[in-house]
């Protein structure tokens, strides 16, 4: 089983940036695709990013595209996501994901992004 756990939320202007970490831990870590979720108050859970760990293949929704960047730290176990130029409709707890088609999937606790105008 995989635990992930995310940090780095909070509370930044419109046009500000943070770092979200998504630290992972657990067997066969290298086997799951790494995406990260939003969920904003009333709406649905939607797909921001995801990176494969073989060949290292990012996709970012049009939402974010442009402003918005997943990465990965081998040696940490570790995926990131840098957002920058953030808009107060980014807000949102964004949740960290590990999806195997063969292991199934696991969910992070979640961190929370909150955008001021």
């Known amino acids: 089983q995989v635990q992930l756990v995310e940090s780095g939320g909070g509370l930044v202007q419109a046009g500000g940036s943070l770092r979200l970490s998504c630290a992972a831990s657990?067997?066969?870590?290298?086997?799951?695709?790494m995406n990260w979720f939003r969920q904003a108050p009333g709406k649905d859970r939607e797909f921001v990013a995801t990176?494969?760990?073989?060949?290292?293949?990012?996709i970012c929704a049009d939402s974010v595209k442009g402003r918005f960047t997943m990465s990965r730290d081998n040696a940490k176990n570790t995926v990131y996501l840098q957002m920058t130029s953030l808009k107060p409709e980014d807000t949102a707890l964004y949740y960290c994901?590990?999806?195997?088609?063969?292991?199934?999937?696991?969910w992070g606790q979640g961190t929370q992004v909150t955008v001021s105008s």
């Open positions: 994901n590990a999806f195997s088609r063969l292991l199934g999937s696991y």
């Open positions: 657990g067997p066969r870590f290298s086997d799951y695709t």
């Open positions: 990176i494969t760990w073989t060949d290292n293949r990012t």
